[in-house]
T-cell receptor, first 112, second 114 residues
Framework: TQLLEQSPQFLSIQEGENLTVYCNSSSVFSSLQWYRQEPGEGPVLLVTVVTGGEVKKLKRLTFQFGDARKDSSLHITAAQPGDTGLYLCAGVPRRTGNQFYFGTGTSLTVIP | DAMVIQNPRYQVTQFGKPVTLSCSQTLNHNVMYWYQQKSSQAPKLLFHYYDKDFNNEADTPDNFQSRRPNTSFCFLDIRSPGLGDAAMYLC?????????????FGPGTRLTVT
């Protein structure tokens, strides 16, 4: 079993649509990061959420950290083809202290 | 710009022929990681160095080894590559310690085994 489960695993939408990606765990995390990885490239850090209930915005992307710090979501408004990629949540569970875990990943395709 | 650099970007090797992938960083981070990533999957941690301390994941095959001669450089050695070792290999760094553990990735090396 994976410590961080993402849903959906695959998502294909039309340009202009909205979408939400979920990252869930039964463990409490000190913080969670979101990365986007384009084909053939390394993951690029988008945001870090640290405080329970925190909401961060990055242009059309809104990230939320759950109140209990066990889950997070990424909402994209008016998706564009440039948003296409693999979205990964990741973090360090409080109980382990230093073991970094990636989520299972969400592959997003935005069709022009 | 501070960054993580991986060379080469594409590497082709023959079955059983040793290969070395390299990573360098200008971020002066304490921790360096090596990940293996197969198509559309999350990266899988192979091992990491915290300064000179080497940490091997329990399920990393013995075929994979690593060296970190100094803060800036880290190498991944695959002693006898098999067809199943064809993948993207990602190097990452982090400052280490503290709450955030943000990792910064290089562009990866795509390994093909023929």
């Amino acid at each position: 079993t994976q410590l961080l489960e993402q849903s959906p695993q695959f998502l294909s939408i039309q340009e202009g649509e909205n979408l939400t990606v979920y990252c869930n765990s039964s463990s409490v995390f000190s913080s969670l990061q979101w990365y986007r990885q384009e084909p053939g490239e390394g993951p690029v850090l988008l945001v870090t959420v640290v405080t329970g209930g925190e909401v961060k915005k990055l242009k059309r992307l809104t990230f939320q950290f759950g109140d209990a710090r066990k889950d997070s979501s990424l909402h994209i408004t008016a998706a564009q083809p440039g948003d296409t990629g693999l979205y990964l949540c990741a973090g360090v569970p409080r109980r382990t202290g230093n073991q970094f875990y990636f989520g299972t990943g969400t592959s997003l395709t935005v069709i022009p | 710009d501070a960054m993580v650099i991986q060379n080469p970007r594409y590497q082709v090797t023959q079955f059983g022929k040793p290969v070395t992938l390299s990573c360098s960083q200008t971020l002066n981070h304490n921790v360096m990681y090596w990940y293996q990533q197969k198509s559309s999957q999350a990266p899988k941690l192979l091992f990491h160095y915290y300064d000179k301390d080497f940490n091997n994941e329990a399920d990393t095959p013995d075929n994979f080894q690593s060296r970190r001669p100094n803060t800036s450089f880290c190498f991944l050695d695959i002693r006898s590559p098999g067809l199943g070792d064809a993948a993207m290999y990602l190097c990452a760094t982090s400052r280490g310690g503290g709450m955030t553990y943000e990792q910064y990735f290089g562009p990866g090396t795509r390994l093909t085994v023929t």
